[in-house]
């Protein structure tokens, strides 16, 4: 399936809470393997892809760390 929306984290801001992980319906989100500058594991895009535009996670994020995009028809037809 193409990319239909950009989802955007900050990595650094993210304190791991795990609330856009519960109330993301497809599963797109997951947890980084890496540290951040605070110590947390940041939450990462795992499924792109899955992605519906929804913007639960961006609404639910108690520290706005996430923004969702819509890709461009003909970026994602060509992606
Ligand atoms: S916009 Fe919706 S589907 Fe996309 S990552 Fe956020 S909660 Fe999940
Ligand atoms: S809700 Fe925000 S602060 Fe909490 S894990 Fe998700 S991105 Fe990080």
Request: charged share 25%; hydrophobic share 30%; glycine share 8%.
């Amino acid at each position: 399936m193409k990319k239909r929306f950009e989802v955007l984290i900050n990595g650094e801001h993210c304190k791991a809470c795990g609330v856009c992980l519960e109330f993301c319906p497809q599963d797109v989100l997951g947890v980084s393997e890496q540290r951040n500058k605070a110590g947390f594991y940041p939450v990462e895009v795992k499924k792109p892809e899955e992605c519906t535009g929804c913007g639960h996670c961006a609404l639910m994020c108690p520290d706005a760390c996430i923004e969702i995009y819509r890709v461009p028809m003909e970026e994602s037809v060509q992606s």
